[in-house]
């Protein structure tokens, strides 16, 4: 099965695969670490561990580069207004990007490379392109691209740069929408500012520069696939493009990824917008991680998404149809035999799910065709035609659902139960869900005593005791569920 992806280089679905035949080589660009990533930022992150899963569940090994950017104009702005060095300033910051991937079941890329650390690499590329004739210096020590030098520019945004000035430039890290002009490579130090001693000066490098040097360290300079979010098409990506190409003469990057944006009432989610939820917001506010993972997949990368508070539930209720699904397969009693339609519905259900993920991750086809099949089987099991052999059949579907979507386990109590502990270090609590509060208090000990009081109580049929116990539960967001197996209970 080739995964089929659109690639906004050629403008067309291309079958992604690696082209040396072992592992996929792909570079996505990482966080910049002023503050804590906001929902949106994760929407990418987590489309691009979609993509990773999708292939190894497919059979190809992958070779995942992400970039941290950690120095950057915010960073030494935010790190000389809190009076400390930019790497005490963004180690929190970078913590708390890895604290939310776990949370989020993100699996880490097989290298992080921090941009603090790839300096000499950057150098050496500026100085490349110094040779070339496509970097001149300025007179203040910074040095910058010629755009002029490279005739392609423009090639994957597809932008028109006919009216481009030669030698207009640009120094900041971030760009009117459509300018184009020479980028810095490499800026020289303002006072107070950090910098690097350098062969080409002092200075720190631009945004661009790092992930071509980072990208290529890793992967060489040709690889298969660079991805990130929409806003880095122009100009980061086309920059990255220019700059390696004009050193290498090779094609940087054979395939490009870019997932829209998550927006909010039709707006993009931005820090500059003040539009956007962190991941800890949303778990303060009693949404659980996995439900979060899931809205964010569940809505294919090349769609917008519009962001809602119902979008979550919606989440929360489809991974409590699953999980309640897959209790009912692994601790029902059932037949021995073999019921052919389950089969079939099963067979169909696993072709369906891959054949939409292989057709550019189409995640919403691909949650469809699992819950037709759960559909189907609950009313299977419903009407006692369901048997034990075709149990495992179903459950080979949700397991391949599960190593791409990963929600089934219950695995959401740790990353609230995070969340809260760094709400009350940060002052924070006064934003936590009081429903959130009541349940945490109680812990699965107390429960277990009390759900074992009330089934007690029923037995010596004490029902106004068993109700109590009931309601006093229910109260602090736990939910008992009585089956033919004895009492289940779970956190809201
Ligand atoms: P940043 O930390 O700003 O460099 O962004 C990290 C990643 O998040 C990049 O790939 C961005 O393109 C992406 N991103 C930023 N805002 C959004 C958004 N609203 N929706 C989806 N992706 C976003
Ligand atoms: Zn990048």
């Not at 990773?52 to 950690?70: K, W």
Request: with cysteine; glycine share 6%.
């Amino acid at each position: 099965m080739t995964l089929r992806l659109f690639n906004t280089l050629t403008g067309q679905l291309d079958a992604l695969e690696p082209a040396d035949g072992k592992a996929l080589r792909m570079y996505a660009c990482g966080p910049t670490v002023y503050d804590y990533g906001h929902i949106g930022n994760f929407r990418t992150f987590l489309q691009i561990d979609l993509l990773r899963r999708f292939l190894r569940l497919s059979g190809v090994a992958v070779r995942h580069v992400m970039n941290i950017t950690d120095v950057d104009d915010k960073i030494i702005r935010n790190a000389a207004a809190a009076g400390i060095p930019i790497g005490e300033y963004t180690k929190q910051y970078v913590d708390a990007f890895f604290e939310d991937l776990e949370a989020l079941r993100v699996d880490r890329p097989e290298q992080i490379a921090r941009a603090t650390e790839h300096i000499p690499q950057m150098v050496e590329l500026i100085e490349k392109l110094a040779a070339a004739g496509a970097a001149y210096k300025v007179e203040d020590g910074s040095w910058y691209f010629r755009l002029k030098s490279f005739p392609e520019y423009g090639k994957l945004s597809k932008k028109d740069l006919s009216g481009m000035e030669d030698g207009a430039r640009v120094d900041v890290d971030e760009y009117e929408k459509d300018s184009a002009r020479d980028f810095a490579l490499w800026k020289a130090p303002k006072p107070n500012e950090t910098f690097w001693d350098t062969a080409i000066g002092p200075g720190r490098p631009g945004w661009h520069i790092e992930c071509s040097a980072m990208a290529m360290e890793y992967l060489g300079e040709s690889f298969d696939l660079h991805c990130g979010g929409e806003d880095l098409m122009f100009p980061h990506h086309e920059n990255e493009i220019a700059q390696s190409e004009t050193a290498t003469h090779k094609q940087f990057a054979r395939h490009w990824m870019h997932v829209r944006f998550l927006l909010v009432d039709g707006r993009k989610m931005s820090k500059s917008e003040s539009n956007f939820y962190t991941l800890r917001d949303l778990l303060l506010k009693g949404f659980k991680a996995s439900a979060i993972r899931l809205a964010l997949i569940s809505v294919p990368y090349r769609r917008p998404f519009n962001f809602t508070f119902d979008s979550l539930t919606d989440a929360t209720n489809a991974i409590d149809r699953l999980r309640t699904f897959r209790d009912r397969l692994t601790k029902g009693a059932f037949a021995t035999g073999s019921n052919q339609a389950i089969r079939g519905a099963a067979k169909k259900a696993q072709t369906d799910y891959r054949d939409a993920l292989s057709n550019d991750l189409n995640t919403a086809e691909a949650c469809a065709a699992i819950f037709e099949m759960v559909r189907e089987a609950n009313t299977v099991i419903d009407r006692g035609l369901f048997h034990l052999s075709d149990r495992d059949a179903v459950l080979a579907v949700l397991a391949d659902f599960d190593a791409v979507f990963d929600v089934l386990e219950d695995r959401d109590a740790e990353p609230t139960r995070r969340a809260l502990a760094w709400a009350d270090q940060a002052g924070r609590m006064s934003e936590v869900a009081p429903e959130l509060i009541a349940a945490q208090s109680l812990t699965d000990e107390a429960i277990k005593a009390l759900v074992a009081e009330r089934t007690a109580a029923k037995k010596a049929r004490n029902f106004v005791r068993a109700d109590e116990i009931r309601s006093a539960l229910a109260e602090r967001g736990v939910i008992l569920e009585d089956s033919k197996d004895g009492v289940r209970w779970k956190r809201k």
